[in-house]
T-cell receptor
Framework: AQSVAQPEDQVNVAEGNPLTVKCTYSVSGNPYLFWYVQYPNRGLQFLLKYITGDNLVKGSYGFEAEFNKSQTSFHLKKPSALVSDSALYFCAVRDMDSSYKLIFGSGTRLLVRP | KAGVTQTPRYLIKTRGQQVTLSCSPISGHRSVSWYQQTPGQGLQFLFEYFSETQRNKGNFPGRFSGRQFSNSRSEMNVSTLELGDSALYLC???????????FGPGTRLTVL
């Protein structure tokens, strides 16, 4: 069965510093991986995805993610954090057994302090 | 293009009642999926529709049902509401099944 894990409930970083939000996955076959962000009282906004190709994926709002097959990880990164990046971040994998549903991690709250 | 819209945004119901939530996908998108988000269980898949057919269903009781219309709009229904059904219900659409899913703002359901 496919699964994703986000080992950190919360990540704290100072504005201007680089940020990393961690995600590891377990899938059979090639993974389809996604990152979404959720602001308070809002739905999920798509940030980026990895399907195949370059291991470094660039997405919206300056975010990028690095796919590492040997470590089964797909960490979200940003070179310089903004206070406005503070939100809840979800990693997800597409369930290859059930075709199209997304399996989400538990979420990581990012807090960027001024 | 307009994004995914969900109505209503907020609902308050009492136990035993039923509720219908609506989702309008992005224009041209044919696949609609529904998810339930709660603090305890996180984001869980409910079901997915494509061309008016339910193709996948998550591990939820039969009280949860849905449908999709010919214009790709979708509704989900929850009957005999329980306190544990209180959640944010999110709808997502994609151009084709398996494409990137784009989410609506959700409907916040509170069951008293």
């Amino acid at each position: 069965a496919q699964s994703v894990a986000q080992p950190e409930d919360q990540v704290n970083v100072a504005e201007g510093n680089p940020l990393t939000v961690k995600c590891t996955y377990s899938v059979s076959g090639n993974p389809y991986l996604f990152w979404y962000v959720q602001y308070p009282n809002r739905g999920l906004q798509f940030l980026l995805k990895y399907i195949t190709g370059d291991n470094l994926v660039k997405g919206s709002y300056g975010f990028e993610a690095e796919f590492n097959k040997s470590q089964t990880s797909f960490h979200l990164k940003k070179p310089s954090a903004l206070v406005s990046d503070s939100a809840l971040y979800f990693c997800a994998v597409r369930d290859m057994d059930s075709s199209y549903k997304l399996i989400f991690g538990s979420g990581t709250r990012l807090l960027v302090r001024p | 293009k307009a994004g995914v819209t969900q109505t209503p945004r907020y609902l308050i119901k009492t136990r035993g009642q039923q509720v219908t939530l609506s989702c309008s996908p992005i224009s041209g998108h044919r696949s609609v999926s529904w998810y339930q988000q709660t603090p305890g269980q996180g984001l869980q898949f409910l079901f997915e529709y494509f061309s008016e057919t339910q193709r996948n269903k998550g591990n939820f009781p039969g009280r949860f049902s849905g449908r999709q219309f010919s214009n790709s709009r979708s509704e989900m229904n929850v009957s005999t509401l329980e306190l544990g059904d209180s959640a944010l219900y999110l709808c997502a659409s994609s151009p084709e099944a398996g494409d990137t899913q784009y989410f609506g703002p959700g409907t916040r359901l509170t069951v008293l």
